[in-house]
């Protein structure tokens, strides 16, 4: 079982001693909602899931070009693979769930954490984003995985096409299993400072999902929200369960802050 860490437990609660002293001086506090998203979430766009119904997950290609081992392998058929990746997310739309989440920025602090590669959080126009899986915004030089290397990914990636700087050879800006996830501990952070979690559209099968989420602040109320029920037990955090899909879902969620959140 995880346990929360105490350098989480420790910015849990001098966040909350914060809030208190805000809260004194009458100022006005918004609400720190934190959306926690996952390949459901983009499915309602039309971009497949790993595990649901038709998810990528029974095709061999996707199991063998998610391995950080594929690079080496297999680096052009790697390549092709996410090129038409790419360009299959980019013709999807932000759905109805991905644009609520952005709206809500003009009344509350929103933050989200999304294991998604896709941009559609930000085409809805979602300010605070951070991608731990990485996203097909970028492309990183083999052996220099980081943002001071990323460069914009506009068009298909080939064998040969290097990094100006390293003369290393590009590959996509995502995290592959076996490599070390991006912004574990900002999220980690986000996910301690705040007074809602709404975490739609993931098994939370594909770590850090579930022991990143022990990490939600004690006293935050947490939806999650999911066609598929879950055991209580199973979850790493005790929440409402909103059995729906995303943009139903969404909106059941909505009617419920703004009559409880004012
Ligand atoms: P997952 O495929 O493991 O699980 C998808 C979840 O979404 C399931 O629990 C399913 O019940 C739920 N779901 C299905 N339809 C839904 C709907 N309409 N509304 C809400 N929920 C719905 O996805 P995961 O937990 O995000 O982990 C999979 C990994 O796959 C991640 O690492 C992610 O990077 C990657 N992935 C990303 C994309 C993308 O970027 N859009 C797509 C596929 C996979």
Redesign the pocket.
């Given at each position: 079982m995880n346990t929360i860490s105490s350098r989480a437990l420790k910015h849990q609660r001098r966040h909350r001693k914060n809030r208190v002293q805000i809260d004194n001086r009458n100022d006005i506090v918004r609400l720190n909602i934190v959306f926690f998203?996952?390949?459901?979430?983009?499915?309602?766009s039309g971009?497949?899931?790993?595990?649901?119904k038709d998810?990528?997950?029974n095709q061999s290609d996707n199991i063998r070009y998610s391995q950080v081992s594929s690079l080496a392998t297999d680096l052009a058929e790697c390549l092709v693979f996410y090129n038409i990746r790419r360009k299959t997310?980019l013709k999807a739309f932000p759905s109805q769930?991905h644009y609520l989440m952005a709206e809500l920025q003009q009344k509350y602090h929103v933050r989200v954490i999304t294991?998604?590669?896709?941009v559609?959080h930000e085409r809805a126009g979602s300010h605070s984003v951070i991608h731990?899986?990485g996203s097909i915004q970028f492309l990183v030089p083999k052996g220099f995985r980081h943002p001071k290397y990323r460069l914009p990914w506009f068009d298909d990636i080939n064998v040969g096409d290097r990094c100006p700087r390293t003369g290393s050879q590009l590959r996509p800006d995502?995290?592959l299993f076996g490599e070390k996830i991006y912004d574990y501990r900002q999220a980690r952070r986000w996910l301690c400072e705040a007074d809602i979690v709404v975490i739609?559209?993931?098994?939370?099968?594909?770590e850090p999902?579930h022991s990143l989420l022990v990490n939600i602040n004690p006293v935050a109320k947490v939806y999650y929200?999911?066609?598929?029920s879950q055991l209580s037990s199973d979850l790493p955090f005790p929440g409402e369960q909103i059995i729906?899909?995303?943009?139903s879902?969404m909106s059941r969620l909505l009617d419920e802050i703004s009559s409880c959140w004012q």
């Open positions: 998203t996952g390949a459901g979430l983009s499915a309602e971009v497949s899931t790993f595990r649901g998810g990528l997950w997310m769930a294991q998604n590669i896709d559609l731990l899986h995502v995290v739609v559209g993931t098994s939370l099968l594909v999902a929200i999911n066609p598929e729906d899909g995303a943009n879902g």
